[in-house]
């Protein structure tokens, strides 16, 4: 299916600030410029979120990475090529991001992303999005569109149209954490 007007809808409300209703590597998520602080705010508004549970950002490349993280260990990048399960890596020394998308501790969870939806419109826009299941903090996460709630739906100001009825159920992605060169897996 051709995604390129979702791409184009998709980039003007990210560039206004808004928020999007798109399909990941993993999950359904609710995405906003990583680097805009009253965006990522919207996002904990959504979701009921506490505001100490970070959230997850995606990249299209190590490059990114490179950009928004100040001390990478570059060995992190050869562990990435050998998990078959996305996987997001929570990095120390965020730079860059908004405030209130770093975890207190200065960390900051991201995750690469292969699909081909979400790298166009990572590499269109240029900056990291935010990624986080489209649900209410603390109520099951939607493992495909149909199983989001109206309410999430309402409240965003896009929603994709790409795989709307793609019903093959996800899963959220794995979570390690990278220090010193050893990883420890958080969420498998």
């Given at each position: 299916?051709?995604?390129?007007?979702?791409?184009?809808?998709?980039?003007?409300?990210?560039?206004?600030?808004?928020?999007?209703?798109?399909?990941t590597?993993?999950?359904?998520?609710?995405?906003?410029?990583?680097?805009?602080?009253?965006?990522?705010?919207?996002?904990?508004?959504?979701?009921?979120?506490?505001?100490?549970?970070?959230?997850?950002?995606?990249?299209?490349?190590?490059?990114?990475?490179?950009?928004?993280?100040?001390?990478?260990?570059?060995?992190?990048?050869?562990?990435?090529?050998?998990?078959?399960?996305?996987?997001?890596?929570?990095?120390?020394?965020?730079?860059?991001?908004?405030?209130?998308?770093?975890?207190?501790?200065?960390t900051?969870?991201?995750?690469?992303?292969?699909?081909?939806?979400?790298?166009?419109?990572?590499?269109?826009?240029?900056?990291?999005?935010?990624?986080?299941?489209?649900?209410?903090?603390?109520?099951?996460t939607?493992?495909?569109?149909?199983?989001?709630?109206?309410?999430i739906?309402?409240?965003v100001?896009?929603?994709?149209?790409?795989?709307?009825?793609?019903?093959?159920?996800?899963?959220?992605?794995?979570?390690?954490?990278?220090?010193?060169?050893?990883?420890?897996?958080?969420?498998?």
């Amino acid at each position: 299916m051709d995604f390129s007007s979702d791409i184009e809808s998709c980039l003007t409300i990210l560039q206004q600030g808004g928020v999007i209703l798109y399909p990941t590597d993993t999950v359904w998520g609710l995405g906003c410029d990583a680097t805009n602080p009253i965006a990522v705010e919207r996002i904990f508004n959504i979701k009921k979120r506490a505001a100490e549970n970070s959230l997850i950002v995606l990249m299209a490349d190590e490059r990114d990475i490179l950009k928004y993280v100040s001390q990478v260990d570059l060995q992190v990048f050869d562990y990435l090529e050998t998990v078959v399960k996305p996987t997001t890596v929570i990095y120390e020394g965020a730079i860059g991001i908004a405030d209130n998308a770093i975890n207190k501790d200065g960390t900051v969870a991201i995750r690469l992303v292969k699909e081909d939806f979400c790298r166009h419109l990572l590499k269109r826009f240029r900056k990291p999005i935010i990624s986080t299941s489209a649900n209410i903090s603390g109520q099951p996460t939607a493992r495909n569109f149909s199983e989001i709630t109206d309410s999430i739906k309402r409240s965003v100001d896009y929603i994709v149209l790409y795989r709307q009825y793609d019903i093959s159920e996800v899963n959220p992605s794995a979570i390690v954490r990278w220090k010193s060169g050893k990883v420890e897996v958080l969420r498998s």
